[in-house]
């Protein structure tokens, strides 16, 4: 009997935690009522964030809602790059937002950040002078790596580079801020450019709002098409790609 009456105290005792710890879940648990959005936010607004991430919250209560989920939701978010979730007592959620930062456009309908990822641009607008680049899927890191190593190269001569393009077959070609477009191909890369910064110093950077491109895929010597002119005028060499 005393056995039995143990046994039904504990059980009555478990009960009553039970009871207990659903009390102060129901307690606990309240409606949503507050969502800060933080972080040192230069192109996209909260507003523009909050839009994003109310269907997240949508039917979730403070503490239903995953963070860790929230936290993953909202790195599939346009310019999110990096996110933090907490929940703030009583009713409240905080996001510490990272925002992606752009430094080219992409493909004509992305942009890419530091390192070369690229991120849509959805309803935001990006920076007016971003250089422009396309290349294959995944060239990212390396044609923004290029485009460097050529725009300070040109900064030396006194130009910029608006356009970076890297073909599907390996063939490169960049446009300078005067709009002059320059086929640079595939091979020997560094022997080309260095004939062309010859060139540009004897003669070319006198004469760039008459040319309309420049061809350097040859083995040796530079190309040049002039505006007016159907036909390229240069030195003779064999077109390499």
Avoid: C
Wanted: hydrophobic content about 40%; glycine content about 10%; cysteine-free.
């Amino acid at each position: 009997m005393s056995q039995r009456s143990g046994w039904l105290g504990v059980l009555l005792l478990v009960a009553l935690f039970g009871a207990g710890g659903r009390a102060l879940w129901i307690w606990l648990d309240r409606p949503l009522e507050r969502v800060s959005i933080g972080g040192d936010l230069e192109h996209v607004s909260a507003d523009y964030l909050r839009d994003k991430l109310s269907p997240l919250l949508r039917g979730h209560t403070w503490l239903s809602v995953d963070v860790a989920e929230l936290r993953d939701q909202a790195l599939t978010i346009d310019w999110v790059a990096e996110a933090r979730v907490s929940r703030e007592w009583p009713n409240a959620l905080t996001l510490e937002l990272v925002e992606q930062v752009p430094v080219a456009r992409w493909n004509d309908d992305s942009l890419l950040n530091p390192k070369g990822e690229p991120f849509a641009i959805g309803s935001v607008s990006p920076p007016d002078d971003l250089p422009d680049l396309a290349g294959p899927r995944g060239s990212g890191p390396e044609v923004l790596a290029y485009h460097e190593r050529l725009a300070t190269r040109f900064a030396e001569l006194g130009h910029g580079l608006t356009q970076l393009r890297l073909e599907p077959r390996g063939a490169w070609r960049f446009q300078l801020d005067e709009g002059v477009w320059v086929m640079l191909g595939r091979g020997d890369r560094e022997g080309r450019l260095a004939r062309l910064s010859a060139a540009w110093r004897r003669q070319l950077g006198q004469q760039v709002s008459h040319i309309r491109y420049i061809d350097l895929r040859y083995s040796n010597g530079v190309a040049v098409a002039w505006h007016g002119e159907t036909d390229p005028l240069g030195e003779d060499g064999q077109d390499e790609g």
